[in-house]
């Protein structure tokens, strides 16, 4: 997995899929769940409507990044919920920092 931090507003990753395409995804944020990282990207391509990919995100730091695929369908129930909670939380802030 490549990491490129190519503009200030969007951290962008890119991916590279089974079948060996690659896809420049922004970052839409990082959070934890059950005691691990995540990371939640978008496609630079997909639009709004666009499929969210989250995988497990481990930090080796000085720029080296693992994505690791969450293969466990409870795991992956506990991210995707906690993704969720995550929209839930940045939509609510939105709806309060326009009306400031």
């Not at 506990?78 to 969720?84: E, I, L, M, R, Y």
């Not at 802030?93 to 326009?98: A, E, R």
């Amino acid at each position: 997995m490549n990491n490129d931090f190519e503009n200030e507003e969007n951290d962008t990753i890119t991916i590279t899929l089974e079948d060996d395409t690659e896809l420049v995804c922004d970052v839409i944020t990082i959070f934890p769940c059950q005691g691990k990282n995540y990371i939640a990207l978008l496609p630079q391509n997909a639009g709004e409507e666009g499929e969210v990919f989250l995988y497990e995100f481990i930090n080796k730091g000085n720029d080296d990044i693992d994505l690791v695929n969450i293969e466990d369908d409870d795991e992956f129930d506990a991210v995707s919920d906690a993704f969720d909670e995550w929209l839930d939380t940045a939509e609510f802030d939105d709806i309060f920092d326009g009306e400031e």
